[in-house]
Nanobody, 116 residues
Framework: QVQLVESGGGLVQPGGSLTLSCRAS????????IGWFRQAPGQKRDSLSC???????YYQDSVEGRFTISRDNAKNTVYLHMNNLNADDTGVYYCATVCWGTTGYWGQGTQVTVSS
C-alpha cells in the first residue's frame, strides 16, 4: 500500500541545520509531486516546498534560500535540507503526495524544535 514515512526531526539550536527525509513505499515518487508542510503549534498546516514530477521546485517565501528540496529516485526518498533555522521553524513537518491542500497521501509527521 502507499505509505510515506518522515524522519530526521529533532531539537536544533537557532542557526543550525537539519535534513528531513520522506521515504515512499507502494509507489514510485519520481512520477508524483511531493510536498513538505509544516504545522506550527496552534497554527494551520502550511505548504513549505514541493518538488514536481518534472523536477521543478517551489518554496514558500519564508524558507526560500534556507531550505532545499531534493529527490533520490534510487532510494525513493525526498529530502528537505534546512539551514539557518529559527524559532519560527518549530513545528511538525509532513510530506505528502500533493503540493497544496489536504488530499493525497500523507506521512505521520516528524517534530522539529528550534530552541537554545
Amino acid at each position: 500500500q502507499v505509505q510515506l514515512v518522515e524522519s530526521g526531526g529533532g531539537l536544533v539550536q537557532p542557526g543550525g541545520s537539519l535534513t528531513l527525509s520522506c521515504r515512499a513505499s507502494g509507489f514510485n515518487l519520481q512520477y508524483d509531486n511531493i510536498g513538505w508542510f509544516r504545522q506550527a503549534p496552534g497554527q494551520k498546516r502550511d505548504s513549505l516546498s514541493c518538488i514536481h514530477r518534472d523536477g521543478s521546485t517551489y518554496y514558500q517565501d519564508s524558507v526560500e534560500g534556507r531550505f532545499t528540496i531534493s529527490r533520490d529516485n534510487a532510494k525513493n526518498t525526498v529530502y528537505l535540507h534546512m539551514n539557518n533555522l529559527n524559532a519560527d521553524d518549530t513545528g511538525v513537518y509532513y510530506c505528502a503526495t500533493v503540493c497544496w491542500g489536504t488530499t493525497g497521501y500523507w506521512g505521520q509527521g516528524t517534530q522539529v524544535t528550534v530552541s537554545s
